[in-house]
């Protein structure tokens, strides 16, 4: 063998073992897990990770006894299907999964930052993280330092990474797959679809249940002014009029309760005062939803906390429109704010604000109304109508990651409607094969 051949065989060894060890080194680093053992410090505990790209902080007294905190980096590629991200959103980050052992253990937040080492622009990119109970990526309040991106989150395991946000327009063409939300449907009101995506996904509608409440109360109502007393089994539920066990009030008051700050036993309450049972309610509900043809919504309660009450937005938009012709229920979703009058207490009386935001920024000519929910479940959810000049646009937003976020994509959709730079419309996220 020629000194030449030699050298040469040499060198090319050499390269192999570099490219396959290199290769070896960047799949063991993908597929990396840290762990870091953690006990009840006075002290705060702080542990970087990835070469300093991500760092978890515990605050002095923040964990119970002792624990381990597992953190592995994952790829793109090794995501479950439910664990996937929406188009809109552009991955920034590695996502790092986390865990502390014990459940028990943590007593305080974790305060967790991500390096903008490598990041030229932190412009639209948020911390997000994958609930692992609602099987739902969410964005989280995110603080903007001069050398990270940090949050606080109270949980025990999960997923984490840095998104950025991509822009819903492109020119006038909204890009339906990048409307930061799971399900929209826009439609005006010769119920002509101008824009959607997933609009046939079953999702859970958390409190915009309330409309079909609205209804079938309104089918059964004893009287405006028959007068109510609310019980303990009315006044269990998050969300409500504090301290109502007791009180009575109007049945006017506790439709205006419900429907203007979405409170939850008012809705109960509501309900009960038509003389059916809840169950005999909540089978009204369904019946009325049967009638109006809709196939995949089915109502579980009245006030919209059970996930269970699901339907699509195309067919929610339905029971949007069959809503808000009705006269009571576009005044009540009308009025930024209510107070209502406990009848067996002259000195008391309690107020509320409208939960519709879109209400503190009117749109010129334009009468607007719309109904909110939220739970962990659903996301946050919006049906909304406008009218101006004759023309009639709805909106149902389901599964947006914020509350400000569902605003935001509704006001736009209604503008671009009611402008028609809807008119030439996309095909659907669900079309595209």
């Known amino acids: ?19 396959f060890f290199g290769s070896f080194a960047y799949a063991i680093q993908s597929d990396t897990t840290y762990e870091f053992s953690l006990t009840n410090s006075p002290k705060k505990i702080i542990k970087s990770f990835d070469n300093g790209a ?35 959103l552009e991955h920034i980050s590695q996502i790092y999964y986390f865990s502390v052992e014990k459940n ?21 990119i948020f911390v997000y993280y994958y609930d692992p109970v609602v099987l739902q990526w969410k964005k989280i309040t995110t603080i903007r330092g001069k050398s990270s991106l940090t949050t606080s989150l109270f949980s025990s395991k999960g997923m984490i990474a840095l998104f950025r946000e991509r822009g819903w327009v492109d020119g006038q063409t909204v890009i339906p797959s990048y409307l930061p939300a799971r399900s929209v449907y826009v439609v005006d009101k010769d119920a002509t679809v101008l824009l959607a995506k997933n ?27 028959t007068s109510v007393t609310v019980t303990k089994s009315d006044d269990t539920l998050p969300a409500k009029v504090p301290y109502f066990q007791g009180a009575t009030v109007t049945t006017k008051d506790l439709f205006y309760c419900m429907l203007v700050g979405s409170r939850n036993n008012c ?9 059916l049972t809840q169950k005999k309610f909540i089978e009204q509900m369904n019946a009325k939803a049967y009638d109006l043809g809709l196939i995949h919504t089915v109502f579980a309660d009245v006030s919209g906390l059970d996930p269970k009450n699901i339907s699509t937005a195309k067919e929610f938009a339905f029971i949007t429109h069959a809503a808000f012709e009705n006269e009571y229920v576009r005044h009540a979703l009308s009025v930024s704010n209510y107070t209502i009058k406990f009848l067996n207490d002259k000195k008391r009386m309690y107020g509320m604000k409208n939960t519709n935001l879109l209400l503190r920024e009117p749109m010129k000519n334009t009468a607007m109304i719309g109904k909110t929910g939220f739970i962990d479940e659903a996301g946050f959810t919006f049906a909304t109508q406008a009218r101006q000049d004759g023309k009639e646009i709805t909106v149902i937003v389901l599964g947006a990651p914020d509350s400000d976020t569902r605003f935001r994509i ?18 659907s996220v669900a079309q595209k094969k």
């Open 1 to 19: 063998m020629t000194n030449m051949t030699k050298y040469l065989t040499i060198f090319t060894s050499f390269f192999l073992s570099v490219f």
């Open 54 to 88: 991500l760092t978890f902080s515990f605050l002095p007294r923040g964990i119970k006894g002792s624990a381990t905190l597992h953190v592995q980096k994952k790829s793109k590629d090794s995501l479950d299907t439910h664990e996937q991200v929406d188009e809109y």
């Open 104 to 124: 028990s253990a943590l007593q305080r937040p974790i305060t967790i930052s991500f390096s903008k080492k490598a990041i030229a622009s932190d412009k639209g």
């Open 199 to 225: 609009q046939d996904k079953k999702l859970s509608l958390a409190s915009i249940t309330k409309l079909m409440t609205a209804l079938v109360f309104l089918d059964h109502n004893p009287g405006w002014d």
């Open 267 to 275: 809705a109960t309450a509501l309900a009960r005062s038509t003389g």
């Open 410 to 427: 509704s006001k736009m959709l209604i503008e671009k409607g009611l402008h028609g730079t809807l008119a030439k419309k996309r095909p």
